[in-house]
């Protein structure tokens, strides 16, 4: 679809724009805030609460005060327009752009790629903190060695839920082991080699996105290079997304698939749209099957408003192939590893089923508050010109209908699915259910820029440009650092935690995460329990495997206090404290804790 015409000239004077735009973005972070006004019900959330007070609502005051002072202050955007058109005469950086965008688009791409590489090493992002990314990586050694499950020895099998006590695949009699999350993610990073080489899989992923958003734009505006710039550069300096691109979770591949899939979907014919079909059966088993049809319906569906009606059967009949092929993987995996038909159901269509009537049945009145901080999360660790532009854009879109409608009707019912069925992410940096999408809300914000700067002379164009990319390297050399700083201050005392058990000379470690925030994520073992000492969930264990385990090895106890000895957040213990410590045996080898 060419868009190009659907760009319009929008207000009169460059100061009337900077002026919308900060109304727009005020109110924009006033609104949020109020959503977030019922706390009472979030109480069971209480990562989300911690994060908001003390990662992101620092954050959106300080952008809030931003837009304030530059909507009150006629001096201040007065002085500001100076010093732009003042840069602005410095046109090498502009003509470059124009001259050759593409290759400015790769550089972006490669910078993104070298930051992500860089920080998968360097930075604290690269611990798989939680168990998504911990479980990515499990199922890739699984994946390496050619089987879509690992074999638990015998003498295991009863301990397997102390093992591995979250998001293990159930089998019949714990006979097999692996994640409960469809296998792409695993397998991409299991293809491209070691363990080592697995840390290239985001950051490629994270450079594929920015060269595919460059490409998408160029099929919406193919007149306007410049706005697949401006997106690129959004992309680029959203902390989220450099972040993200630095872990092991899914969602980067999410976001880089579905934005070749619309490129591929735009360009169409039968190279686009069968391209576009084997992207979609990638991206539908990257992770959680759910992402990635949220993001292609509003397109489908379009196709079928607009009477392409062979296209339109073409893909509906597609996605519901993929659909249930990805339904019924397990239940391939197990037939292929020749586990019986009657045992088998915990592990196929039965298990989504019971999965999808769980969410629909785990309705929460403190949704809305809850989405409220996810969307402020969001907001945040994106660039701050991306909100109230694509605020800007979403009402062109919905004028200009199309793709770019599309493009908005995507995040509209992204949120709306989440809110209703599933609002807590957990983990995060960033909101990572919607990372899927922040393509999308990059490029709904680059044609809300192209409104603003449309009609302008090239004086005025060239300020208001030269302002653009001031926000975005002050987006990259402020926001970044502090995120990063952020993460590393609730990262570190786990990565230190999981180093000492990791280290402890005792041939199994219990942890007692009963009165540990998030502590049975230190639960962490090998597929083929390869790694000493081993380790296991003590509330998982009962009384008679705990102290079968005391009396054949030497084991330590990483509870409440080794934690607190580490900075982790810890709590009052309750029953299951004092139920899990009536588990050991008095004057057993249990009982010591594991080195610093």
Same mark, same amino acid.
């Given at each position: 679809?060419?868009?190009?015409?659907? %760009?319009?000239?929008?207000?009169?004077?460059?100061?009337?724009?900077?002026?919308?735009?900060?109304?727009?973005?005020?109110?924009?972070?006033?609104?949020? /805030?109020?959503?977030? @006004?019922?706390?009472?019900?979030?109480?069971?959330?209480?990562?989300?609460?911690?994060?908001?007070?003390?990662?992101?609502?620092?954050?959106?005051?300080?952008?809030?005060?931003?837009?304030?002072?530059?909507?009150?202050? *006629?001096?201040?955007?007065?002085? #500001?327009?100076? +010093?732009?058109?003042?840069?602005?005469?410095?046109?090498?950086?502009?003509?470059?752009?124009?001259? +050759?965008?593409?290759?400015?688009?790769?550089? /972006?791409? $490669?910078?993104?790629?070298?930051?992500?590489?860089?920080?998968?090493?360097?930075?604290? +992002?690269?611990?798989?903190?939680?168990?998504?990314?911990?479980?990515?990586?499990?199922?890739?050694? /699984?994946?390496?060695?050619?089987?879509?499950?690992?074999?638990?020895?015998?003498?295991?099998?009863?301990?397997?839920?102390?093992?591995? *006590?979250?998001?293990?695949?159930?089998?019949?009699?714990?006979?097999?082991?692996?994640?409960?999350?469809?296998?792409?993610?695993?397998?991409?990073?299991?293809?491209?080699?070691?363990?080592?080489?697995?840390?290239?899989?985001?950051?490629?992923?994270?450079?594929?996105?920015?060269?595919?958003?460059?490409?998408?734009?160029?099929?919406?505006?193919?007149?306007?290079?410049?706005?697949?710039?401006?997106?690129? #550069?959004?992309?680029?300096?959203?902390?989220?997304?450099?972040?993200?691109?630095?872990?092991?979770?899914?969602?980067?591949?999410?976001?880089?698939?579905?934005?070749?899939?619309?490129?591929?979907?735009?360009?169409?014919?039968?190279?686009?749209?069968?391209?576009?079909?084997?992207?979609?059966?990638?991206? !539908?088993?990257?992770?959680?099957?759910?992402?990635?049809?949220?993001?292609?319906?509003?397109?489908?569906?379009?196709?079928?408003?607009?009477?392409?009606?062979?296209?339109?059967?073409?893909?509906?009949?597609?996605?519901?192939?993929?659909?249930?092929?990805?339904?019924?993987?397990?239940?391939?995996?197990?037939?292929?590893?020749?586990?019986?038909?009657?045992?088998? @159901?915990?592990?196929?269509?039965?298990?989504?089923?019971?999965?999808?009537?769980?969410?629909?049945?785990?309705?929460?009145?403190?949704?809305?508050?809850?989405?409220?901080?996810?969307?402020?999360?969001?907001?945040?660790?994106?660039?701050?010109?991306?909100?109230?532009?694509? %605020?800007?854009?979403?009402?062109?879109?919905?004028?200009?209908?199309?793709?770019?409608?599309?493009?908005?009707?995507?995040?509209?019912?992204?949120?709306?699915?989440?809110?209703?069925? #599933?609002?807590?992410?957990?983990?995060?940096?960033?909101?990572?259910?919607?990372?899927?999408?922040?393509?999308?809300?990059?490029?709904?914000?680059?044609?809300?820029?192209?409104?603003?700067?449309?009609?302008?002379?090239?004086?005025?164009?060239?300020?208001?440009?030269?302002?653009?990319?001031?926000?975005?390297? $002050?987006?990259?050399?402020? #926001? /970044?650092?502090?995120?990063?700083?952020?993460?590393?201050?609730?990262?570190?005392?786990?990565?230190?935690?999981?180093?000492?058990?990791?280290?402890?000379? +005792?041939?199994?470690?219990?942890?007692?995460?009963?009165?540990?925030?998030?502590?049975?994520?230190?639960?962490?073992?090998?597929?083929?329990?390869?790694?000493?000492?081993?380790?296991?969930?003590?509330?998982?264990?009962?009384?008679?495997?705990?102290?079968?385990?005391?009396?054949?090895?030497?084991?330590?106890?990483?509870?409440?206090?080794?934690?607190?000895?580490?900075?982790?957040?810890?709590?009052?213990?309750?029953?299951?404290?004092?139920?899990?410590?009536?588990?050991?045996?008095?004057?057993?080898? !249990?009982?010591?804790? *594991?080195?610093?």
């Amino acid at each position: 679809m060419n868009a190009a015409s659907s %760009v319009g000239a929008g207000p009169n004077t460059v100061g009337g724009s900077a002026k919308s735009l900060a109304l727009i973005g005020l109110c924009a972070a006033i609104l949020l /805030i109020g959503l977030t @006004s019922n706390t009472v019900a979030d109480t069971p959330y209480g990562l989300t609460i911690i994060f908001f007070w003390t990662q992101d609502l620092p954050i959106l005051l300080a952008v809030a005060a931003m837009w304030a002072a530059l909507l009150i202050s *006629p001096a201040l955007r007065s002085r #500001l327009w100076r +010093a732009f058109t003042a840069l602005a005469r410095l046109r090498p950086w502009f003509a470059l752009g124009m001259r +050759a965008p593409l290759a400015c688009a790769f550089i /972006i791409a $490669g910078a993104c790629f070298a930051i992500g590489l860089a920080g998968s090493f360097l930075s604290l +992002a690269a611990y798989p903190l939680s168990m998504d990314e911990f479980m990515a990586n499990f199922d890739a050694e /699984i994946f390496r060695h050619g089987q879509p499950m690992a074999l638990v020895p015998p003498s295991w099998r009863s301990f397997a839920p102390a093992l591995q *006590p979250m998001f293990r695949l159930p089998t019949p009699g714990n006979t097999y082991w692996v994640s409960s999350y469809l296998p792409m993610n695993a397998l991409f990073r299991a293809a491209i080699g070691s363990r080592a080489a697995a840390h290239l899989i985001n950051p490629l992923w994270a450079a594929t996105a920015v060269v595919a958003i460059f490409g998408v734009a160029r099929k919406l505006w193919p007149q306007r290079p410049e706005i697949g710039l401006a997106a690129a #550069l959004m992309l680029a300096t959203s902390s989220q997304f450099l972040v993200t691109a630095m872990t092991s979770y899914s969602m980067t591949g999410h976001l880089a698939l579905n934005l070749v899939w619309l490129w591929l979907f735009l360009k169409g014919g039968k190279w686009g749209h069968g391209g576009a079909i084997v992207v979609a059966f990638a991206a !539908c088993g990257l992770h959680q099957l759910v992402f990635h049809p949220l993001f292609a319906a509003p397109f489908v569906v379009q196709l079928w408003l607009e009477r392409r009606w062979k296209a339109a059967t073409f893909y509906t009949a597609s996605y519901a192939a993929i659909c249930l092929f990805w339904i019924f993987y397990w239940t391939l995996a197990l037939d292929w590893l020749g586990v019986a038909q009657a045992a088998r @159901s915990p592990a196929g269509a039965g298990a989504f089923a019971s999965q999808a009537l769980a969410l629909v049945g785990a309705l929460d009145p403190g949704a809305p508050s809850l989405m409220a901080k996810n969307l402020i999360r969001f907001v945040t660790w994106q660039n701050p010109l991306v909100l109230p532009l694509a %605020v800007v854009g979403g009402g062109a879109a919905m004028a200009a209908k199309g793709a770019l409608r599309s493009l908005l009707f995507g995040i509209v019912l992204a949120v709306v699915a989440i809110g209703f069925l #599933l609002p807590y992410q957990g983990y995060g940096w960033g909101f990572r259910y919607l990372h899927g999408f922040l393509g999308s809300a990059c490029l709904l914000a680059a044609f809300g820029w192209a409104r603003l700067v449309e009609g302008r002379s090239e004086a005025a164009r060239d300020g208001a440009w030269a302002g653009f990319l001031l926000v975005t390297a $002050g987006a990259l050399a402020i #926001l /970044i650092p502090i995120r990063l700083w952020q993460v590393a201050r609730w990262a570190r005392p786990y990565a230190e935690a999981s180093a000492a058990i990791a280290r402890d000379p +005792a041939q199994v470690v219990m942890v007692d995460d009963s009165s540990v925030l998030f502590g049975r994520q230190l639960v962490r073992n090998d597929p083929y329990l390869r790694n000493r000492p081993l380790v296991f969930s003590l509330p998982m264990l009962d009384a008679a495997r705990a102290r079968a385990l005391c009396a054949r090895y030497t084991v330590s106890v990483f509870d409440r206090a080794s934690a607190a000895r580490f900075g982790i957040v810890t709590f009052a213990p309750g029953d299951g404290a004092s139920e899990s410590s009536r588990k050991l045996p008095a004057g057993s080898r !249990c009982g010591g804790q *594991p080195a610093r």
